[in-house]
């Protein structure tokens, strides 16, 4: 709440308040099971994000997605190896790796949260929806490699190519048969409002469990899974199913990122306590902000390189990003923020490789990831909304804006509901007197959205127009709810019946809110 009122994205201010609390003299340090944070944190926060992500979108940008998910984890955690060998004392090329696989995936969340309200163009946010969905499995299959060539002090690249599309492959395959059964489940049982909602609460972890059992990759499971029943929800879920599910998962997720996030503050003093003599503080700060610079470069050129030669080479994709500016390139580059997953990727790694080999600079690599998370998340977060204002982004001439999208969409429904009263209720909209009634709502309804997109295309109105617009309708509701109020100490009206017209105004003010 502090932070909304101090308009800082609330990810950014709870890592600060959990550093804070973290620090307070006599607070117990906290130490975080990994699997924890794994199992119970990451399916759900996953599904969600893959639920709300736009299927459509996915598949438009999916080579660009692919390049950011997959190449650019890669690249980066090369490029983090390579120059953790060469800059910090000790760090073998396996050990470089292992901090490759865990600060190369930007956060979902994170993200998310910092750019939500932020007047950012569509396709630079379903790209970054799109990149934080697949990244993470493709960040904790190389972790999970190095981890292993660590313990048992042999790599071989075959092997891991090979393992790397087994795991990945099967992981969605995985998500995919288990999406299938939830979806049998939902579509031919007779389920209720209430088990929709526990049901879509416990499709991501059976996801995510059954394939981390079976050692395929139990995010590529959740994401793959969670696309294929969001794109069904119209078929799966009823009008008042889809209502609650969303009012439950959006208050589910706001409490689990608020854990997450201030878990990551809370974590500190721990790490730093596990820091010992060989690594001054300052020396440590100083490598986890190189590894963070080193990520952000690499971020620049890769994504500058990829989309040259791609754009270059493939007529579709020149047209498919006519309207990417380098204002956009700019935005993704620096909403690279590291969160949960790399926390708790590095948390993961044992403390000792056997009985008496304890692993090596475990505690260094836990500190460079948290001043790395630090660096991207904090300072980068806090900053993005003044650089996007910097940047003035010019609004895409080619797109409509959302109200005429909305009042086309509008359009449409309504012509399709007159043809088939028209083609199949033709008697009972001569002879029902209710029918009547909704025929003649309907065809009002219909001029009204023609009128309104007309005025749209001669540009009779403009953004006063719009807002004064909203704001009056937002004023009418208000008076129809106090009315709705009054008539609750009324004895001829039932409450039931109230309250469904409480939510009918609730779900206008949100669709005027939302176009505003």
């Known amino acids: 709440m502090v932070g909304q009122k101090i308009k800082i994205s609330y990810p950014i201010f709870l890592v600060l308040a959990g550093l804070a609390i973290g620090f307070i003299p006599g607070m117990p340090n906290l130490k975080i099971d990994p699997n924890i944070v794994f199992l119970l944190f990451l399916p759900p926060l996953l599904y969600e994000a893959a639920w709300f992500t736009s299927w459509k979108d996915f598949w438009e940008y999916k080579g660009a997605i692919f390049l950011m998910a997959v190449g650019l984890v890669f690249i980066t955690s090369v490029a983090v190896a390579y120059a953790s060998v060469a800059f ?25 949260a910092v750019l939500k309200g932020l007047k950012i163009p569509k396709t630079v946010t379903a790209l970054l929806e799109g990149e934080s969905l697949v990244n993470d499995a493709s960040s904790l299959i190389v972790f999970k490699f190095a981890l292993a060539t660590v313990v048992s002090g042999t790599f071989v690249m075959q092997d891991a190519a090979v393992s790397f599309v087994s795991v990945a492959g099967l992981g969605i395959l995985i998500g995919l048969a288990i999406g ?19 049901l879509t609460l416990l499709t991501p972890y059976f996801m995510y469990v059954v394939a981390e059992h079976f050692e395929a990759s139990g995010v590529m499971a959740v994401v793959s899974g969670g696309l294929l029943l969001s794109s069904q929800s119209h078929v799966i879920l009823t009008s008042q199913s889809r209502i609650k599910t969303v009012s439950v998962w959006s208050s589910l ?14 974590a500190l003093p721990d790490i730093v306590n596990g820091l010992g003599p060989n690594y001054p503080i300052a020396k440590a ?49 620096y909403a690279g923020m590291r969160g949960v997953v790399s926390l708790a990727a590095a948390l993961s790694i044992p403390v000792m490789i056997s009985d008496q080999i304890p692993f090596p600079l475990r505690n260094l690599i836990l500190f460079i990831t948290f001043v790395v998370i630090f660096v991207t998340l904090v300072v980068q977060g806090l900053t993005l909304p003044f650089v996007i204002k910097l940047l003035n982004i010019p609004e895409a001439k080619s797109k409509l804006s959302e109200q005429e999208q909305t009042s086309q969409i509008k359009l449409k429904l309504i012509d399709l509901s007159l043809d088939k009263l028209k083609a199949d209720y033709q008697y009972q909209c001569t002879h029902n007197e209710l029918m009547v009634n909704l025929k003649a709502e309907l065809q009002h309804s219909l001029i ?58 609730d779900l206008e003010e949100l669709s005027v809110s939302s176009s505003e």
């Open 180 to 198: 299938g059964i939830f979806y049998a489940i939902h579509r031919w049982l007779p389920t209720t409002d209430n088990i929709d909602t526990v």
């Open 448 to 505: 009204e959205k023609k009128d309104t997109i007309q005025a749209f295309k001669k540009g009779d109105i403009d953004k006063q127009d719009l807002k004064a617009y909203h704001e009056i309708v937002l004023a009418l509701i208000q008076v129809q709810r106090d009315e709705l109020h009054h008539l609750k100490r009324n004895k001829n009206f039932d409450d039931d019946i109230i309250r469904k017209e409480e939510w009918r105004l």
């Open 88 to 112: 910090i004392p000790g760090f073998t090329l396996a050990l470089g790796f292992l901090l490759g696989g865990i600060v190369s995936p930007p956060d979902a969340v994170a993200a998310a």
């Open 253 to 266: 997720t706001f409490m689990l990122n608020g854990v997450v996030f201030i878990l990551i503050g809370l």
């Open 285 to 333: 700060i100083g490598y986890g902000v190189g590894i963070s610079i080193l990520a952000l470069v690499v971020r620049f050129l890769w994504l500058v390189s990829t989309a040259r030669i791609t754009q270059l080479f493939n007529k579709k994709t020149r047209e498919r990003y006519k309207d990417m500016t380098w204002h956009s390139f700019v935005i993704i580059i």
